[in-house]
């Protein structure tokens, strides 16, 4: 039967306007996805815009079946399997869908990511280091693209692999490493975190590679040009606070100038697995969380005044401000300013950005 709580939580996070630091937000104000589903049109009326559009509950209970169907499963924030290293970053994924060995996510685990298009040396370079490693006793996280995610995949196979992936955990992309696909199902972890069916779309793999680096207690580079995917994935990294490592390469290698200069602002420079050990040693314990249920339900938020409102909103603009930088400004308590912002972005008038940032919405 379907768990009613998890039922909740899943039409929660797949309701319109409800990105991942609104779910948490929510769950901390009201103890429960249930209580929070119905207040969000009166908040949404209190930010001045209209209520999201709520996920209907025969949709959800439809894609419940279909993961149950495809031999997967949720796992859901602040409940166990859900690793501690991803729950620590502010855009934790509410919900995840898996399908595998979930023991592999209480293991130690380094994500490692590089150029689709990479050379032989590359990627020989990368299946060999994920063979050492899962001897060392890690678990190897990447993204199942072509290239160096392919390579770490099936170095790291026989000790235990992750794939995140930017589409539905039944959808095959790239299409030739379907065998790859399903053989991480069976003997790996494969997670996604769109619902069954969502083919991947470009707007999916900034959210993909964030996963991926939250998992990690570090991130590997092997190969990458400038401004790659792997680069913005090794800056996550960085922002979660976990370590930095990167492959040198020639300079004449235009795909080794992404891993040299992420050497150059201060990446852990990696030849063999003894340095990517090294460089681990201080992140030994980061693994999976306490099982919790649902958060500890606390006071409503106090009622906020119109002109506490107002002072908040009018600091608000285009650009992106930081939530501490809005506390400071307005004089307004941080329990209230964060009740503003969530009534704002509930009634579609706020955005979020990296960082910790918002800003006023376009096309508000």
Do not use: W
Request: hydrophobic residues 45%.
């Amino acid at each position: 039967m379907t768990d009613p709580r998890h039922a909740a939580k899943l039409r929660l996070a797949r309701s319109q306007n409800i990105g991942p630091v609104t779910f948490a937000r929510l769950l901390e104000r009201f103890g429960s996805a249930e209580a929070a589903l119905e207040a969000i049109p009166d908040l949404a009326r209190r930010g001045g815009g209209r209520a999201p559009q709520l996920a209907n509950r025969e949709a959800i209970e439809a894609e419940m079946a279909e993961v149950e169907r495809l031999g997967a499963g949720y796992i859901f924030a602040n409940e166990r399997p859900y690793p501690l290293a991803l729950a620590q970053i502010q855009t934790a994924p509410p919900v995840l869908i898996v399908r595998g060995d979930l023991s592999l996510l209480a293991k130690p685990l380094v994500a490692m990511v590089g150029a689709r298009n990479a050379s032989a040396a590359a990627r020989r370079f990368a299946r060999e280091l994920s063979f050492k490693l899962g001897e060392e006793g890690y678990v190897v996280v990447s993204g199942l693209a072509r290239g160096i995610d392919t390579a770490a995949h099936n170095g790291a196979l026989d000790s235990g692999t992750i794939a995140v992936i930017a589409g539905g955990i039944d959808v095959f992309y790239p299409p030739e490493n379907e065998a790859l696909q399903l053989d991480i199902a069976e003997r790996g972890v494969l997670i996604a975190e769109q619902p069954p069916g969502s083919e991947p779309k470009a707007r999916h793999f900034p959210y993909r590679n964030r996963i991926i680096a939250g998992l990690g207690m570090g991130t590997i580079v092997v190969e990458a040009a400038p401004k790659s995917g792997s680069l913005i994935t090794a800056r996550q990294a960085n922002e979660f606070g976990r370590e930095v490592m990167a492959v040198p390469g020639s300079p004449l290698d235009p795909r080794a100038q992404g891993c040299n200069q992420l050497i150059r602002d201060g990446a852990t420079l990696i030849q063999n697995v003894d340095d990517v050990v090294s460089a681990l040693r201080p992140f030994d314990g980061l693994t999976v969380s306490e099982p919790d249920g649902d958060f500890a339900s606390e006071p409503v938020s106090p009622d906020v005044e119109s002109q506490e409102r107002e002072r908040v909103t009018e600091l608000l603009g285009p650009v992106s401000v930081s939530v501490d930088e809005l506390i400071r400004q307005s004089g307004v308590a941080p329990a209230v300013v964060q009740t503003v912002l969530l009534e704002l972005e509930l009634a579609g008038r706020l955005e979020r950005h990296a960082g910790g940032k918002v800003s006023i919405a376009l096309s508000s």
